[in-house]
């Protein structure tokens, strides 16, 4: 089980701001922008390399679902970033998908 599992099942707290049948969202504890929130699916897919064809409506609902909620944080007129980090070289540190919103501030492309 996971952290992100934890989260779900209300093992641990988080700061929720969105949740239905098929995603949670919450804000990142380590936020890296003003506005950082994590969109997980319910379900544990670990990274996205390994989700399956079977995983196309929760992936979809994922991204819907980002999009509402960086509207919902104020964040359409400025802008945000949606980041997905799979493996190692790109810093994945729980084997849960999530996607980073992230947005409040400038930010530099590539990414580091
Ligand atoms: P990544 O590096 O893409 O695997 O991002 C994982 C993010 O998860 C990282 O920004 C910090 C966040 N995180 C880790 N543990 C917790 C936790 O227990 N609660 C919350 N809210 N966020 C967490």
């Not at 991204?63 to 799979?86: D, M, W, Y």
């Amino acid at each position: 089980m996971t952290i992100f599992d934890k989260i779900i099942a209300r093992q641990i707290p988080a700061n929720i701001v969105y949740e239905d049948d098929l995603v949670l969202a919450f804000k990142d504890v380590k936020p890296a922008a003003p506005t950082h929130i994590l969109v997980i699916p319910k379900k544990c897919i670990p990274r996205i390399a390994e989700a399956q064809p079977d995983d196309h409506k929760v992936l979809g609902h994922m991204l819907l679902k980002a999009g509402e909620i960086a509207k919902k944080a104020g964040l359409e007129q400025s802008g945000f970033r949606l980041v997905i980090n799979n493996g190692p070289d790109a810093g994945e540190s729980v084997p849960h998908l999530h996607l980073h919103i992230m947005g409040g501030r400038s930010m530099a492309w590539p990414p580091g």
